[in-house]
């Protein structure tokens, strides 16, 4: 049978947000085993990887009605807020990608400043490093090689958890975005 028509649209409709619906899924299965298995302990983050997947999930519900039941309002508002996600997507990855690595230094520092003295460790445990950014002012960062539990600390060779995983990789996450 040929593809023409609302029917090859439909069948492409009802296979991306299949694929949406198995997305969202995995999000919130992740987050869950994340959770449970104690690989995250930041609430916070389990609590945004969770919303993102149930966001995930009702647009696909949206696109998979509209599609099967050729309900144009659903389809509407379905294009607007994808439409508007992308736009989203696209301000961010823009904006990163305008980012010097000084700048991405400040905002990573800020954020690591906000984290509770256990995501910090369970985050230095899980990369091997202690400390964010080793600074001039390096008060915050000798307390928390003092506080350091990861593996290298004994080795006597540590990397700050920057010099491992941060140089270059948000500029990389933001290229991807795009």
């Known amino acids: 049978m040929v593809c023409g028509g609302f029917t090859c649209s439909k069948?492409?409709?009802y296979s991306l947000n299949v694929v949406y619906v198995l997305v969202g899924l995995l999000l919130v299965a992740v987050a869950a085993w994340g959770k449970g298995y104690g690989?995250?302990?930041?609430?916070?983050?389990?609590g945004g990887v969770i919303a993102v997947g149930v966001f995930v999930l009702l647009i696909a519900i949206i696109g998979l009605i509209g599609a099967s039941t050729h309900h144009q309002v659903l389809l509407f508002f379905y294009m607007l807020i994808l439409f508007m996600v992308f736009l989203f997507q696209f301000g961010v990855s823009c904006s990163c990608l305008a980012i010097t690595k000084e700048q991405q230094g400040k905002l990573l520092n800020s954020s690591w400043t906000y984290m509770s003295p256990d995501t910090r460790q369970v985050l230095e445990q899980s990369l091997d490093c202690c400390g964010l950014l080793n600074t001039t002012d390096s008060t915050e960062f000798i307390k928390d090689v003092e506080q350091c539990r990861a593996v290298c600390k004994q080795r006597l060779l540590c990397f700050t958890c920057w010099e491992l995983t941060c140089k270059g990789v948000l500029w990389w996450c933001c290229v991807a975005g795009v």
């Not at 995250?40 to 983050?45: D, E, G, K």
Request: no cysteine; net charge neutral.
């Open 11 to 13: 069948n492409a409709l």
């Open 39 to 46: 690989t995250v302990s930041s609430i916070h983050i389990i």
